[in-house]
C-alpha cells in the first residue's frame, strides 16, 4: 500500500508565512510530522506559530537572501526528512524595462537561496537518508509569457539545478524534485491582479482548463512528494496546473 504519512518526521517549510508555504505547513502537521517554518518578517512569524500551535512547530526568522542568515538557519536547524521550499518573489515587467537589480534580486530569492541552503544543509548533514526536497518552481520556467522574463529565468533554473541536485544527493538516498504551479491564489496571484487588472486575469482564467489553482492544491502534490509514496521518484518536475500547459 502506497505510505502518504509523514509521523515522525520533521519538515523545513520556507516562505511559510503565506499563501502556498503556509497550505504546506497545515497539510505537513496534518500529515503528522514536526516543522519547522521560517518567513523573514518577525510579526507574520509569530502569528503564524501561534495559528499553527507551538508543540510541533519550530519557527526561526531567516532572510533567505543573507548568507550569514541562511548560515544560522543550517546551525539551528534540526536533521531534517524533508523541506518545501516556498520562499519566492515575482517582478512582471516588459523586456525592455528589466533592471539588473531587479534581476539579480529575484535571482538571489528564487534561485540562489533554495539551491544554497540545500546545498548547506547537504554539507552540514542535516538531511536524513530518504529526505525529499521540494523545489516550488513555477509553469512561468516551462512556457514563454510576456513579461516574465526574470521571473522565468529564476524559476526554470531552479527546476535545471533540481535535477543536477537529484543526481548528487541519490547515493544519500536523498530526491530533489521541482512542482511547477500554475496561477494559484494566493499573495503572487493578488500580486499579478493588482499589475494586469480584473479583467485580464479573468481572461487568463480561461485558459485554465481547471481555473486557478488554491494553495491547498499545492500543498496536496508537496505532501505527494514528500512522503514515502513518491520513494522512486526525484529529479523531475510535478506540474501542478490544472491543464494550463497540456495544450
Ligand atoms: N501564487 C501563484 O500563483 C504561484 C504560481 C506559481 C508558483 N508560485 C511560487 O510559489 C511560492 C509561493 O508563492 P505565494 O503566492 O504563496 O507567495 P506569497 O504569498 O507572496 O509568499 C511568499 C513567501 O516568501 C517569503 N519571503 C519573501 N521574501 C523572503 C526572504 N527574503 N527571505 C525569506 N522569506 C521570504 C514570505 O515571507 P515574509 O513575508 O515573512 O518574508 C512569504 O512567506 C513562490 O516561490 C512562487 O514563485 C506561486
Redesign the pocket.
Known sequence: MPNFDLTGKTVLV??????????VCSGVLAAGARIVV?????G??AGLSTDLGVERCQAL??????AG?RDALVKAAPALDGIV??????ELAPAAFLSEEKLRSLQ???YE?PVLLTSALAKGRKLNAEASVVL?????GLVGAKGHVL?AGS?GALMAAGRALALELAPRRIRVNSL?????????????QGALGDAAMEAHEKEYPLG??T?DD?AAASLFLLSPAARWITGTTLVCDGGFTAR
Not at 516562505?15 to 497550505?23: E, H, K, V
Not at 526568522?61 to 543573507?66: A, C, E, P, Q
Not at 521550499?85 to 515575482?90: K, R
Not at 496561477?183 to 493578488?190: K, S
Open positions: 520556507t516562505g511559510a508565512t503565506s499563501g502556498i508555504g503556509r497550505a521560517t518567513g523573514s518578517n518577525q507574520r512569524l526568522r531567516v532572510d533567505l537572501t543573507d542568515e521550499h516556498g520562499a519566492g518573489a515575482i538571489s530569492l528564487n537561496a516550488i518552481a513555477s509553469v512561468a521571473y524559476k511547477a504551479p500554475g496561477m494559484v491564489r494566493a499573495g503572487m496571484a493578488d500580486q499579478a486557478f489553482g494553495p499545492v
